[in-house]
């Protein structure tokens, strides 16, 4: 009988409203970030916001992978470990085994419109099967299975029939 290996993307949206210390953290170490980064694309600021910078200095793009440099240390402090995303019973928290952060949207003269994304992705987990909104998943070295609720915020991202 095959297997169905799978990795999961998983996106925590981080914004002004951040409530936990990570996402605060992140929110507000990132903006800082951005507004220093920015400056080598927007020397004059004529342009407010990320979204207008990239349309006039295409290498602004680069922003993306440069403010995430200021968040490195929050991330290495998750030990792995996806904030909030666990199990249906709450015993098993996912993890990941590489992130990668976006920059949603940001202006430079206000805080509140800074939006940021961390997408974390799993390692390869055994898909069992699929039950109405839910996934019956596995760890390739065990027998032991678990369920997890699809939300908007997890997406299959790659997929693997082995026979």
Not at 32 to 47: K, T
Not at 69 to 96: C, E, H, R
């Amino acid at each position: 009988m095959g297997k169905t290996m799978i990795r999961l993307v998983i996106r925590q949206g981080i914004d002004a409203t951040a409530t936990t210390t990570f996402a605060k953290q992140v929110f507000h170490d990132s903006y800082e970030e951005f507004l220093l980064q920015s400056q080598v694309y927007n020397q004059a600021e004529q342009h407010r916001t990320f979204a207008e910078i990239v349309a006039q200095q295409p290498k602004a793009n680069s922003l993306h992978y440069k403010t995430g440099f200021a968040v490195g240390l929050y991330i290495q402090s998750l030990n792995k470990l996806v904030p909030d995303i666990w199990d249906t019973m709450g015993n098993i928290q996912l993890s990941f085994d590489r992130h990668q952060f976006k920059i949603i949207a940001s202006d430079i003269h206000d805080r509140q419109a800074h939006k940021v994304a961390i997408l974390y992705y799993t390692a390869p987990l055994l898909l069992h099967g699929v039950i109405g909104e839910y996934l019956l998943l596995g760890f390739n070295d065990t027998t032991d299975t678990f369920t997890l609720k699809l939300s908007p915020d997890i997406s299959i991202c790659s997929y693997v029939e082995n026979d």
